[in-house]
């Protein structure tokens, strides 16, 4: 192993060691990039580092970020999910389990318009933690409901995590968001099945709504209740994806639209006014600032890890590993799985993901593909005890008699439910590929 190998390696392990000590996760990036590659060539090797950052902060497709984030906070702030759900859940309340199967039919909708965990998981934790426990359900699957429900906006288009993946993967947007129509769909559909499964064979944890409550809300009223509030996000979601798949709009353009479209919807709904829209763009302006400056920061790491040779131990590793090309495939997605224990997303997919790509990229393996399995896979780590900011956001606003252990275990089944719809994805590919083969991206 040569000097510069070495030193690869021991930018990595002062990279862990910066954010296990709570160094922010930018910082400990270029920080461990600078150091170690100076150390290893001098200021010779970041030579390209301005051209570097200059193309992320002038990326034409990157533009879409806060634009969809606008979006997001939008729906949220302005409280449009409130209505969702009351809808959602008379709509479902015969059924046993009725009342988790429309948080899970709300985090589709949502994670469709909005794509962000937190403002979903807050928000559907505040209005339907306590009522859940009110009914009767478990607090561990109220709990496990929520937070998997929350986190299905980073596979359901349009996703931060799909549209930084395009940029690493060299990709368009278009066909990672048609690749994961049926994939995020599928993943949400396997926790409908074990709610009702479960609501038949443990009805005591799962209970269905009230007749009487249900009642208030029903026929026609019901239907004019669907009219207003779910209708709007359906077809708002509609026209930005059917936009980008169809190929009518570029991403930016959509992802414009859409946040003009967020604004139409409050208006409409009486519920948009100056706080909203000051706290919108305050909390656009923050999300996209973090965003951007961990892709900004991950550049030096990049060149250091590139020039030291760290490609070359990444090859040695995988040219280790018995069983061929399926293994490689398996090895990297377990491995992606465990350091989404530690790590998050953003992490994995700018520090992790470059290293393991050549490898796959000379095996010809489907590149769009390849980006859904690790989309879906980092899903995952937002209900990954024990830094799954699922997990965080909903003790922030559990109500009392909600443990830490509630939400861990309530979880746990909703990972190997994941893990299940992961293994689909693998054994049967055209899930994610027939849809961009069939309309030519």
């Given at each position: ?263 139409l919807i409050a208006l409409a709904s009486r519920r948009l006014n100056w706080s909203v829209l000051t706290q919108t763009l305050k909390g656009t302006v923050s999300i996209s600032a973090m965003v951007f400056f961990i892709l900004m920061c991950a550049q030096p790491f990049a060149l250091a890890f590139r020039g030291l040779g760290g490609e070359h131990l990444v090859e040695a590793l995988f040219a ?122």
């Amino acid at each position: 192993m040569s000097p510069q190998e070495i030193l690869a390696l021991l930018m990595l392990a002062g990279f862990m060691g910066m954010i296990f000590i709570g160094i922010p996760v930018g910082i400990s990036l270029a920080v461990s990039g600078l150091v170690f590659g100076y150390l290893g060539f001098g200021s010779s090797l970041f030579g390209l580092l301005p051209s570097r950052i200059y193309g992320v902060v002038t990326n034409y497709t990157l533009l879409a970020i806060p634009l969809f984030v606008f979006m997001g906070v939008m729906l949220e702030k302005s409280r449009i999910a409130d209505a969702l759900l009351e809808t959602m859940g008379h709509a479902m309340g015969s059924l046993r389990g009725g009342m988790g199967i429309a948080i899970v039919l709300v985090g589709v909708l949502m994670g469709a318009a909005t794509g962000i965990v937190g403002a979903t998981v807050v928000t559907v934790g505040l209005l339907t933690l306590p009522v859940l426990m009110r009914r009767g359900y478990s607090n561990g699957l109220a709990c496990g409901t929520i937070c998997a429900s929350g986190t299905l906006g980073q596979i359901l288009p349009p996703s931060l995590v799909l549209i930084l993946l395009s940029d690493i993967l060299g990709e368009s947007v278009g066909s990672l968001f048609a690749a994961a129509l049926i994939p995020g769909l599928m993943l949400a559909g396997v926790y409908v099945i074990y709610l009702i499964g479960l609501g038949w064979l443990r009805p005591e944890v799962a209970p269905a709504i009230p007749a009487d409550e249900r009642a208030e809300i029903s026929g026609w009223a019901l239907i004019g209740h669907i009219a207003r509030s779910v209708a709007p996000t359906l077809l708002l979601v509609f026209a930005v994806l059917g936009s980008i798949i169809g190929g009518v709009a570029a991403p930016t353009e959509a992802a414009s639209m859409g946040a003009a479209g967020s604004l139409l919807i409050a208006l409409a709904s009486r519920r948009l006014n100056w706080s909203v829209l000051t706290q919108t763009l305050k909390g656009t302006v923050s999300i996209s600032a973090m965003v951007f400056f961990i892709l900004m920061c991950a550049q030096p790491f990049a060149l250091a890890f590139r020039g030291l040779g760290g490609e070359h131990l990444v090859e040695a590793l995988f040219a280790m590993i018995p069983g061929g090309l399926t293994a490689e495939l398996l090895f990297m997605m377990l491995l992606l799985f465990v350091l989404g224990f530690f790590l998050e997303w953003i992490e994995i997919s700018y520090i992790a993901l470059p290293m393991f790509l050549p490898i796959f990229q000379a095996a010809d393996v489907d590149m769009v593909w390849l980006g859904i399995l690790v989309a879906m896979n980092l899903q995952a780590s937002f209900l990954t005890p024990p830094f799954g900011w699922a997990l965080f956001f909903l003790k922030g606003v559990a109500p009392e008699g909600i443990t830490t252990r509630d939400i861990y275990v309530g979880v746990l089944p909703f990972i190997g439910l994941q893990v299940i719809a992961l293994g689909l994805l693998f054994v049967f590919p055209q899930m994610a590929t027939w849809l961009p083969a069939a309309i030519g991206w």
